[in-house]
């Protein structure tokens, strides 16, 4: 395969031309020198299976007179192509060039001449000042799909030289030019055809890059493309789709993607931008599946706080509720009255949201009795950091305000509650998203390429990572 596996990127479902991204990649000529570095190998690894078909004919030689030849078993035995370039035709794709190149072959010839003479051997070919060079296009194919193809190729055989051995080699190296040119020919037909082998098999790599990754079993995230390549005089640029999506049930938020644009900066090999579109895509997914509902019982607060969830422990704030409910133990019910939202500013991240909680005394049949309704008006700060090929995260708590939805035992203050519940977020809520933020979600995919070396970087209304490239294929 022709693994410029930075392509990966481009491996995407069918385009929406019209629609903003809600994430951006910048490929920069340090990330093309790193695919040129995959494409030359690979290459390499193609032209070592050059298949040259016999070649046989006659020609006159003195002093021998007319001589019939062959050659044939020919093979690769060396190969090198110790020096490329990869460059960027803006709006159209790649060139690669490829110079100083040099091949050798070995294979065995055959001779016959004054009718009844017959002679054979070996031979060796070796070519010197070997140069491709080649133009890709980069389009997008009916499905949607990126899709490569040699646009043009062009190959220059600087010295040949064949050497002939054994049998009366002493005498046949008089004609060995015939054979040189006789094989220079079938050579500069084979290589063009080969490099574009190994571009097209590029397309069967694309097309097994998934585009939705997987995240947990309630989500996924798609990276299709939304608009073609973005290709410049020095870098690649994808505006991807970005967004959350429940698993089975694709349905879109009630939001777009504002526009963003990633600033010009050329130290690392890839620059991905994420705006808060993505998070909250992630906030609609989550809080539709239901997953930001939270169920608090007393085992989940730490056995060392002073605060339990007891009717005792809030009767003493509440005094309604140990003498309605005296000695029972209770539980919190948590849900997001509307999605929560991200947003995303110079060097900060934070998470506004809107939720009730139900307070519930445990009878002793089990049953529950409601006994308040409070409204959480809270936001949090988000750390972030990229793990592996994945963005986590963790959030801490800036602010609470609170208000009393509805009371089942009566009227009391709410400010009292005001502490209780600021234990309760940090000591049980927070924590319990932050082992979910703590897996992250997958980065737009780079096949079996790795990140490295990654800067996080939070601007306004989107985070940026700078990343350089590792092959661990």
Request: proline share 5%; aromatic share 8%; net charge positive.
């Amino acid at each position: 395969m022709f693994p410029w596996r930075w392509l990966a990127l481009l491996a995407l479902i069918p385009l929406a031309l019209s629609a903003n991204a809600g994430v951006k990649v910048k490929l920069t000529q340090k990330g093309l020198d790193f695919g040129r570095e995959l494409a030359v190998a690979s290459l390499q690894k193609k032209l070592m299976t050059i298949k040259v078909p016999d070649i046989s004919g006659k020609e006159r030689v003195k002093p021998i007179g007319k001589v019939r030849y062959s050659v044939t078993e020919m093979r690769v035995v060396k190969l090198g192509l110790p020096s490329s370039a990869i460059g960027l035709v803006p709006g159209t794709g790649f060139s690669l060039t490829i110079t100083n190149a040099f091949l050798s072959l070995h294979g065995r010839w055959r001779v016959k001449y004054l009718r009844f003479i017959k002679d054979r051997g070996s031979f060796d070919l070796a070519i010197k000042s070997l140069s491709i060079t080649t133009s890709i296009s980069l389009r997008s194919d009916n499905m949607g799909l990126p899709a490569v193809a040699m646009a043009s190729c062009t190959t220059t055989l600087g010295g040949v030289s064949v050497k002939l051995h054994g049998g009366a080699s002493w005498l046949y190296n008089l004609f060995r030019r015939f054979i040189e040119k006789g094989l220079q020919s079938q050579l500069q037909k084979k290589l063009c055809p080969l490099v574009a082998e190994s571009v097209s098999s590029m397309n069967q790599f694309l097309k097994t890059v998934k585009v939705m990754a997987p995240v947990d079993r309630y989500a996924e995230i798609a990276y299709p493309m939304v608009s073609s390549p973005d290709i410049s005089s020095s870098s690649i640029g994808l505006n991807l789709k970005g967004e959350f999506y429940n698993i089975g049930n694709h349905m879109e938020p009630p939001f777009s993607p504002a526009p963003f644009f990633l600033p010009n900066q050329e130290q690392s090999m890839l620059y991905i931008g994420l705006s808060a579109f993505t998070a909250n895509s992630a906030s609609f997914v989550y809080n539709k599946a239901g997953t930001l509902s939270l169920k608090i019982t007393d085992d989940m607060v730490p056995r060392s706080s002073p605060i339990r969830l007891t009717t005792n422990t809030f009767g003493v704030l509440i005094p309604q509720i140990a003498k309605l409910f005296p000695g029972l133990m209770m539980v919190l019910q948590l849900k997001m009255t509307k999605d929560p939202l991200s947003s995303i500013e110079a060097n900060k991240v934070t998470v506004d949201a809107k939720s009730s909680l139900t307070a519930y005394a445990i009878l002793a049949n089990t049953k529950l009795a409601p006994l308040f309704v409070l409204n959480l008006d809270f936001s949090v700060s988000a750390r972030v950091n990229v793990v592996g090929n994945k963005l986590a995260g963790a959030v801490t708590l800036n602010r609470l305000d609170m208000s009393l939805g509805k009371s089942y035992v009566g009227d009391f203050k709410v400010g009292s509650l005001s502490n209780i519940f600021q234990i309760v977020l940090k000591w049980v809520v927070l924590p319990t998203v932050n082992v979910r933020l703590k897996e992250g979600f997958p980065l737009p995919s780079l096949g079996k390429i790795n990140l490295k070396n990654t800067q996080l970087q939070i601007l306004k209304g989107y985070i940026m990572i700078g990343t350089d490239l590792q092959n661990s294929g």
